[in-house]
T-cell receptor, first 112, second 109 residues
Framework: DAGITQSPRYKITETGRQVTLMCHQTWSHSYMFWYRQDLGHGLRLIYYSAAADITDKGEVPDGYVVSRSKTENFPLTLESATRSQTSVYFC???????????FGQGTRLTVV | DQQVKQNSPSLSVQEGRISILNCDYTNSMFDYFLWYKKYPAEGPTFLISISSIKDKNEDGRFTVFLNKSAKHLSLHIVPSQPGDSAVYFCAAGTYKYIFGTGTRLKVLA
């Protein structure tokens, strides 16, 4: 299917475990982003990528790792999950010459 | 320090009237400003944007105004409809976007 998809949609994990959230887009967009949404904080940028193998920190990068070996994929890894990382995570992508960023449907992560 | 602020957490408007959502920013280097709409359990969807070189952009019922000297933008929805009830986020940036905390709009029938 064309567009941007995230998996899984829902995930429950235990404190200290490693978990990876997947993001895949079919537009060959250069830019990809990871945001988390929390009550009272809106959407906060975790990491972003301008192209394959180019990533940079956003507003709240601590505790997260990203990679981008292929243009279409931008996985987000929580190396050792903490309860404070319970959130809804959104992936987005944007074309090089475009303004609009397109969002995935989100992954609701609960760390117990 | 938050670079993009939406100071009104919620707003209620009667159907048919104008909704005005506000957003303030601190970084004068931002090139683009966007508004997104979000329904529960869905990803944000793009509504309208404006470049820093413009002061107004209109798309149907939606108009965005940019006041660079005040570092302020607003979204006007006229007329408001019950289906407009959602959370609205403003965003600003150049190649990466910083979002505000959102305003929950409720349009009353």
């Amino acid at each position: 299917d064309a567009g941007i998809t995230q998996s899984p949609r829902y995930k429950i994990t235990e404190t200290g475990r490693q978990v990876t959230l997947m993001c895949h887009q079919t537009w060959s967009h250069s830019y990809m982003f990871w945001y988390r949404q929390d009550l009272g904080h809106g959407l906060r940028l975790i990491y972003y990528s301008a192209a394959a193998d180019i990533t940079d920190k956003g507003e709240v990068p601590d505790g997260y790792v990203v990679s981008r070996s292929k243009t279409e994929n931008f996985p987000l890894t929580l190396e050792s999950a903490t309860r404070s990382q319970t959130s809804v995570y959104f992936c987005a992508s944007r074309g090089q010459g475009g303004t609009e960023a397109f969002f995935g449907q989100g992954t609701r992560l609960t760390v117990v | 320090d938050q670079q993009v602020k939406q100071n009104s957490p919620s707003l209620s408007v009667q159907e048919g009237r104008i909704s005005i959502l506000n957003c303030d920013y601190t970084n004068s280097m931002f090139d683009y400003f966007l508004w997104y709409k979000k329904y529960p359990a869905e990803g944000p969807t793009f509504l309208i944007s404006i470049s820093s070189i413009k002061d107004k952009n209109e798309d149907g019922r939606f108009t965005v105004f940019l006041n660079k000297s005040a570092k302020h933008l607003s979204l006007h929805i006229v007329p408001s409809q019950p289906g407009d009830s959602a959370v609205y986020f403003c965003a600003a940036g150049t190649y990466k976007y910083i979002f505000g905390t959102g305003t929950r709009l409720k349009v009353l029938a």
